[in-house]
């Protein structure tokens, strides 16, 4: 099974500055169809998760701008540009490249300062 | 508006067996795989179950694995998960996701609790 390992696993950030979100893979995501299925989720307090990017670097319907994704292999980040109140809640990476299972890193909480 | 409604969610006995079910509107039900992932109390996400469009494939995490099912109706667009013999470690909000590659569109979710 893949594991994704999430770093850090809570970050505090003062409204308007950038934050950065790393996800490690036990094994490339690489798929052999050249896509990279690793994506990205925030779940906000009390609410199911939501889609934020898609197949590495893909922003999701609505999703702002200030977020962005990245990465290669086995290495990955999601990057928020300009961290706003509403960014708050657990940051979850997941990957469909080798399946089943499905697997998740183990999530990163952001707080606003 | 896509929607994914969960429910059966209770608190069951330890041995027990409950079936959730998924209700689902705003897409077309038929032409989507689809997915159930669960949360513990405070703790992060676990995929559970996929099922194919027609159901003729199906996968479970190790944990569930002979003892959930996943099932779909393509004429009601919902989707179940029958559970037998749960545990304790079962305890958790489950989640109906739609979609694979990508999860794109989740349930609010439903609570079971394994206790006695």
């Known amino acids: 099974d893949i594991v994704l390992t999430q770093t850090p696993l809570s970050l505090s950030v003062t409204p308007g500055q950038p934050a950065s979100i790393s996800c490690k893979s036990s094994q490339s995501l690489l798929h052999s169809d050249g896509k990279t299925y690793l994506y990205w989720y925030l779940q906000k307090p009390g609410q199911s998760p939501q889609l934020l990017i898609y197949?590495?670097?893909n922003r999701f319907s609505g999703v702002p701008d200030r977020f962005s994704g990245g990465g290669s292999g086995t290495d990955f980040t999601l990057k928020i540009s300009r961290v706003e109140p509403e960014d708050v809640g657990v940051y979850y990476c997941m990957q469909t490249t080798q399946l089943p299972p499905i697997t998740f890193g183990q999530g990163t909480r952001l707080e606003i300062k | 508006e896509v929607q994914l409604v969960e429910s059966g969610g209770d608190l069951v006995q330890p041995g027990g067996s409950l079936r959730l079910s998924c209700a689902t509107s705003g897409f077309t039900f038929s032409n989507y795989e689809m997915n159930w992932v669960r949360q513990a109390p405070g703790k992060g996400l676990e995929w559970v179950s996929y099922?194919?469009?027609?159901?003729?494939?199906?996968y479970y995490a190790d944990s569930v694995k002979g003892r959930f099912t996943i099932s779909r109706d393509n004429a009601k667009s919902s989707l179940y998960l029958q559970m037998n013999s749960l545990r304790a470690e079962d305890s958790a909000v489950y989640y109906c996701?739609?979609?694979?590659?990508?999860?794109?569109?989740w349930g609010q979710g439903t609570l079971v609790t394994v206790s006695s």
């Open positions: 996701g739609r979609d694979l590659p990508d999860i794109d569109h």
């Open positions: 197949e590495l670097s």
């Open positions: 099922i194919s469009r027609s159901g003729n494939t199906k």
